[in-house]
């Protein structure tokens, strides 16, 4: 599949390792990654807003397309802006993650295709492009580099109650807080306690990654894949890097 468009100028191939790492062990983990790599973690938020292309009536055809569902992601400022939180006002990346290669090397391989959106409204430039909100959610990131890996570990969060109907009080209340009105259905990161863990125990989700120019790279995609198996082995007994099933990471619209 191509989506090398003037939407998505930029891709990559991403070969990856994952792991599951309980709340309880996850501070210890920190401490031990920064050994390895020599550094403390960047901690980041981001907010995460998913879009999938707006219902057609399909036309007869001879192949069928796959559909994918792309996102808006923006990092979080640590502080609530004055005068509230306003996405639209947010500086967006647009993301779309291929379904992963089916391929024998021991990690999860995929091309990542992405864009940075500059100035402008980028929610209405999603909404002109034929693509609805599917759903908010938030991303809590503590980030390690290693020689090449990037180390992410992450937890996510949903806001703890769905956006309430549109109302004509609701948004003359937006209005006043220079909110456009309907855009609490984008979700809000503060307070952050007010926000609900995806995973009830509060677990993290690690991953260990290598980005490559090209999947027809094979040099590169071999040192690679040797440098994660590496990894894999210096961190066994203290977390188990594994291949993800290819559908748990399925992008694609149904």
Known sequence: MSHQTP?????HQELSLYAYISDARQPQLLKILSGVTGMAPDTFFNHHLVFKPKPKIPKPSL?????YYIQLVSRVPESQPEGGYKPRAQRWSIRLDDFPEVTRKPVTSRVVYSANSG?????EFMEELG?????????????F????V???????????TPPAPTTEASQVAEARAGIKPGDGVFGNPFPREELKLVDQNGGWMMQA????QSNTDVESINVATTELRALREHLKGVCELEVVERLALDTRVR
């Open 209 to 212: 990654a290598i980005r490559v």
């Open 7 to 11: 939407l998505f100028p930029n891709n």
């Open 145 to 148: 580099i290693h020689n090449n």
């Open 150 to 160: 990037i180390i992410t570990l992450t937890r996510t969060y949903v806001p703890s």
């Open 131 to 143: 693509y609805t909100l599917q759903a908010p959610y938030f991303t809590e990131n503590a980030r």
């Open 63 to 67: 192949t069928s397309v796959d559909l």
């Open 119 to 123: 100035m402008g409204d980028v929610i």
